[in-house]
């Protein structure tokens, strides 16, 4: 698996607007993501990174996985 480099910030924007944008909130998106509610809240600010295995999933994928899984 290839490395991926992402900027914290720009991530965690990206995050935040595609989640708000699907209508997922903090919790459901957490969970969905296998991460805490806090840590969801420090990824979005840019505090702190995913792992870069999620990081590729949602970066390829949008947050398409996301919402797949919500819907089941």
Do not use: W
Not at 1 to 21: E, H, I, P, Q
Not at 35 to 51: A, T
């Amino acid at each position: 698996m290839a490395t991926v480099l992402v900027d914290a910030k720009y991530f965690g924007d990206y995050l935040r607007m595609a989640r708000n944008s699907m209508n997922i909130t903090r919790f459901e998106c957490a969970k969905l993501l296998g991460v805490s509610h806090s840590e969801l809240i420090k990824i979005e600010n840019g505090k702190v990174l995913m792992p870069d295995k999620i990081i590729q999933k949602v970066m390829t994928n949008g947050m398409a996985m996301i919402l797949c899984k919500r819907r089941k």
